[in-house]
């Protein structure tokens, strides 16, 4: 498709992608992330663009290899993964390092880049009966460290009671002021078929998020629109338009876990239309003011290892 975006299409993808090349299957170099990042950012496509992602430890490395792009200018804007995955100790103990990082690629850039974001797993041992307190202490540790008033996304991991870590998210952010939003974060897939969450885990976590009215980013294995096959890793990978899609379905329609599932596990590209004033998933409508409003506040987007195979998957489809 040539000419203007279908303009429901671009609430819809608006910023939805955000540039994860430095994370497999990709994993590409610094440099070459880099460049890539920046050639993306002059694309036709670049509205559908978010943040470059990267880990709270390669900020130096970033803040060394990507001068040549970020002293030009341009206002780049970063979604750093702070944290550790371990244990709750190792946790707590890495964000204060990790805060002096940040404060100074900040201030080597000031005014070119800016960490919007904050990404962080919530370990295992820390998503207990507890959590809460778990919770507490680490944004307590992140705001010492200076990684306050930004957006923050809790990864809830596998292996855990999803309402009762979310629940406690919720509760965190109806008092916690130091932070400009908190969320939660959910893995859609990896590089092994286990690390592929089922189609009913991704419902009930956007159905209990939704109720929660809390924000929600995904993160890994959406690189292509629709629910499909995959050879490498053998898994049925999920889709950004059934992920998303789901996610404006809950929020606008407030549809149950039973449609939300449906939607996530959709084979067929034909079943997702987009028209001047309206999303639509077979029977399912949601008008173009709805789904903005189900961006806006509902859902943030998702990082990818590729903006490309979105974007030519989208061509493909006939949508861009």
Known sequence: ????????????????????????????????????????????????????????????????????????????????????????AEALAAVETQGLGAAAFEKRFEGRARIEVLE?????????????????????????????????????????????????????SSFETRFARIGAKLRCGGVTPEAFPSSERIAGFIDTCRRLGLPLKCTAGLHHPVRHQSADPPAMMHGFLNVFGAGILAHALGVGPEILAACVNETDPAAFSFSDDKFSWRDHQVTAEALEKARESFLSGFGSCSFAEPRDDLRGLGLL
Do not use: C
């Open 1 to 88: 498709m040539s000419g203007d975006v279908i303009p429901s299409l671009r609430s819809f993808m608006g910023g939805l992608v955000d540039y994860a090349g430095l994370f497999p299957p990709a994993t590409l170099d610094m440099a070459a992330a880099m460049d890539e990042y920046a050639a993306h950012r002059k694309e036709q496509e670049a509205w559908m663009l978010g943040r470059f992602i990267v880990p709270a430890g390669r900020l130096a490395e970033l803040q060394k290899v990507g001068a040549q792009h970020l002293d030009q200018g341009g206002d780049w804007t970063f979604s750093v993964l702070v944290g550790a995955r371990g244990n709750a």
């Open 120 to 172: 962080t797993p919530i370990p295992v041992d820390g998503s207990g009966p507890e959590v809460g307190n778990f919770l507490g202490s680490l944004t307590d540790v992140l705001a010492g460290a200076g990684l306050g008033d930004r957006e923050l996304f809790l990864e809830v991991l596998p292996g855990v009671d999803d309402v009762r870590v979310l629940e406690a998210i919720n509760a965190l």
